[in-house]
Nanobody, 126 residues
Framework: EVRLVESGGGSVQAGGSLRLSCAASGFTFGDYGIGWFRQSPGGDREGVACISTSDGNTYYEDFAKGRFSISSDNAKNMVYLQMNSLKVEDSANYYC???????????????????RGQGTQVTVSP
């Protein structure tokens, strides 16, 4: 059974930090990139960042560059998203996804991922 389980969300004030974790199981970790998407109520699914588990390359959407950092521990099948300098507009449900290696050039497209988790809520207050 494929599972992607997120943790680490919560409520913080603007300017604060959170570290999200994604635990992956049930598939060959190295065959996929692992990314993070977010979605706020009434909003579209939005790619945040992605990491290639095969070569370690990282990718970020513009709003995440310089504030967010994605990393992985391949031995543990874990991916992390360190989020700093959080803004109110970062509030959303954050979920991790598994993107086949052949689709990594399109990692930010919701059609690219095969699997996703339920997500963890991030709320940033003024």
């Amino acid at each position: 059974e494929v599972r992607l389980v997120e943790s680490g969300g919560g409520s913080v004030q603007a300017g604060g930090s959170l570290r999200l974790s994604c635990a992956a199981s049930g598939f060959t970790f190295g065959d996929y990139g692992i990314g993070w998407f977010r979605q706020s109520p009434g909003g579209d699914r939005e790619g945040v960042a992605c990491i290639s588990t095969s070569d370690g390359n990282t990718y970020y959407e513009d709003f995440a560059k310089g504030r967010f950092s994605i990393s992985s521990d391949n031995a543990k099948n874990m991916v992390y998203l360190q989020m700093n300098s959080l803004k109110v507009e970062d509030s959303a449900n954050y979920y991790c996804v598994a993107v086949p290696n052949d689709w990594m050039s399109m990692w930010f497209n919701p059609s690219a991922y095969d699997y996703r988790g339920q997500g963890t809520q991030v709320t940033v207050s003024p």
